[in-house]
């Protein structure tokens, strides 16, 4: 097991309203949460940072009235003997090397906080193949106390899916990252997230956006959306009747009880001006008295129909990071996929929100762009075509010079985990398939942005569907030793032998 709590942030409560002195009950404290895949011995450890199995099994362990979670899926017992498995074929002992115990300790400890009579609520979308929805309906399977939905977010939205990973104990402590609900995210996946600990004001606006997935999964689709001529992304889809991407004469009332409204701004969610900021003060354990001025923190969402007047949306959490680097500074980008468009939709959306921003700032700020993209056995061709177009960049910038040179620059690589393409069960019809790690592993899957001076920690991949059709949740804050432990996680990949250079056009060998 992973060293841990070397590396501490304490966020207190200092809304001006609260006494000088906080209740240490009531302190607030941060840490950065990781998996990494096993079998990878020249990546550096970073300290201080918690392991995902570890953080899961506190949040199960340490509630004692409440457990909500937000899971795309479950599959948190390997299924070896499962032919329809990705887990087929692999033995007891190649599971114990995959460190497979760790996902069944997390089950064991929602499982014991069940019979504690914990309230626990799982929200998952339909789950994966074969096993859907097997695991929370066991655990809800005769307990009054925990309760199971299914939201199809592709009923509401004509594709997309629950896809946050989000757990909130107690109304306190709560886990955003990019780990799923999975054996495999804890030893064979690499995930980036945040665990709050003590932290009731986040957790409670966290809740208000659980609350309305909650809702929707208990109303009838059919009566509350709408056909939408979508003037932002120019096509038709189906969306929520509330959404503003309906003229507003043909909107209907939210009704789900925490919607906020907006000023009548049309089409869609413009990015908030004044988005909202936790007055929370962010400083290390032992607190560094020589560092002590507020420093702002805040919630992102998507899609946007499901929270937002006061929160911004995912997308904006996103693009506001990048554009916050300094002048010839450098901004971090790790994501999976990849893409300025649409995945799931038809027609296909063209998307070039990120893509936009990153251009701007090496034109604007001469900033360097570093961006970390997943290749692995899942790869989506078509990113690899986006990604040398925003390579052109640097072609378009150093031949942009009308009165000042461009300086800034963009870099992209590939992070290719040993073994991502020997990824699937180990037999198939009788035969040995020559995997040597279970299916859908072996991959960075982490979601993050980080400039000089603010860090975004999301659950969403940078593809459009997450931002308008699925459901996401980022945490963001301009606490620099934040920022600065996030770099020191980015450049560990960057830097490490599993990643390889994305070519520009015409540099093919
Ligand atoms: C969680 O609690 C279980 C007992 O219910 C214990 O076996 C396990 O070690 C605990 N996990 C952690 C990480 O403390
Ligand atoms: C949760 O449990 C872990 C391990 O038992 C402990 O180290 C941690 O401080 C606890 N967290 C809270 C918020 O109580
Ligand atoms: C479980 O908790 C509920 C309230 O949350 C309570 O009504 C019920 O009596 C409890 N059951 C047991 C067995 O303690
Ligand atoms: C919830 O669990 C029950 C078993 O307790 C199961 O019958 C049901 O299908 C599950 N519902 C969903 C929506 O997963
Ligand atoms: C929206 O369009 C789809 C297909 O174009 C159709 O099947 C569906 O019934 C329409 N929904 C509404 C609410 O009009
Ligand atoms: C959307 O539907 C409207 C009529 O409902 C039609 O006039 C328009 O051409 C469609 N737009 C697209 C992009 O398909
Ligand atoms: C405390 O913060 C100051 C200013 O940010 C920094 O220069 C100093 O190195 C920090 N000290 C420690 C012990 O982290
Ligand atoms: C798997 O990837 C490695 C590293 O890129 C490469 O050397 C090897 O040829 C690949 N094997 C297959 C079967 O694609
Ligand atoms: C396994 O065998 C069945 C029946 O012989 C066949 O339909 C199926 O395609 C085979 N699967 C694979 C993955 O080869």
């Not at 509630?63 to 899926?73: F, G, N, V």
């Not at 789900?256 to 413009?270: C, R, W």
Request: glycine share 6%; proline share 6%; hydrophobic share 35%.
């Amino acid at each position: 097991m992973r060293r841990v709590l070397l590396y501490a942030f304490v966020l207190v409560l200092a809304s001006l309203s609260l006494p000088r002195f906080v209740d240490s009950s009531d302190r607030c404290k941060a840490w950065l949460v990781q998996s990494n895949p096993t079998d990878m011995p020249e990546l550096p450890l970073i300290p201080g940072v918690l392991s995902t199995g570890d953080v899961f099994q506190w949040l199960a362990n340490n509630s004692t009235r409440s457990l909500d979670i937000i899971a795309q899926y479950w599959q948190l017992l390997a299924s070896p003997k499962d032919p329809r498995s990705g887990d087929f074929g692999y033995s007891d002992s190649d599971l114990q090397q995959f460190g497979a115990h760790l996902g069944s300790l997390v089950y064991k400890s929602i499982d014991s906080a069940a019979n504690r009579n914990v309230s626990i609520r799982l929200l998952s979308h339909s789950g994966v193949y074969p096993e859907y929805t097997k695991e929370p309906s066991d655990l809800a399977n005769g307990r009054p106390n925990v309760k199971n939905v299914t939201l199809l977010l592709s009923k509401w939205y004509g594709s997309g899916i629950v896809h946050a990973k989000v757990w909130i104990s107690d109304d306190r402590d709560v886990y955003i990252g990019s780990a799923n609900n999975d054996w495999k995210s804890l030893t064979q996946v690499k995930e980036v997230g945040i665990y709050l600990s003590g932290c009731s004001q986040i957790a409670r606006k966290i809740k208000t956006y659980f609350d309305n997935l909650w809702r929707l999964a208990s109303l009838d689709s059919s009566v509350h959306t709408r056909n939408a001529s979508d003037q932002q992304w120019l096509i038709n889809r189906t969306v929520p009747c509330w959404s503003r991407f309906i003229p507003s004469k043909a909107r209907c009332k939210s009704p789900l009880p925490s919607y906020i409204e907006t000023p009548n701004v049309s089409p869609g969610y413009p990015p908030l001006s004044d988005p909202e900021m936790f007055n929370i003060d962010i400083g290390t354990l032992p607190r560094n008295r020589s560092c002590q001025e507020t420093q702002p923190s805040y919630l992102s969402f998507a899609p946007p129909e499901l929270l937002f007047g006061k929160h911004q949306s995912d997308e904006q959490g996103w693009i506001d990071t990048i554009k916050s680097v300094v002048e010839g500074g450098t901004v971090r980008i790790n994501t999976m996929d990849w893409l300025g468009q649409s995945q799931y939709t038809n027609p296909t959306v063209y998307w070039s929100s990120l893509s936009s921003a990153v251009s701007q700032v090496v034109f604007a700020k001469n900033a360097k762009v570093k961006i970390l993209v997943a290749y692995w056995g899942h790869f989506i061709p078509a990113t690899d075509g986006y990604l040398r177009s925003l390579l052109y960049s640097n072609v378009l910038c150093s031949s942009s010079s009308v009165q000042s040179k461009c300086f800034g620059q963009v870099e992209i690589r590939y992070y290719m985990v040993p073994g991502f393409n020997k990824t699937g069960p180990a037999v198939r019809n009788g035969t040995k398939t020559g995997n040597l790690y279970p299916g859908y592993t072996r991959v960075n899957h982490g979601k993050y942005v980080v400039s000089d001076v603010r860090a975004h920690i999301g659950t969403s991949n940078l593809v459009w569907d997450y931002f308008y059709a699925t459901s996401g949740v980022s945490f963001g804050t301009y606490n620099i030793e934040f920022v600065l432990k996030l770099q020191e996680i980015f450049d560990a990949d960057w830097n490490s032998p599993y990643v390889v250079p994305v070519q520009e056009f015409g540099q093919d060998v």
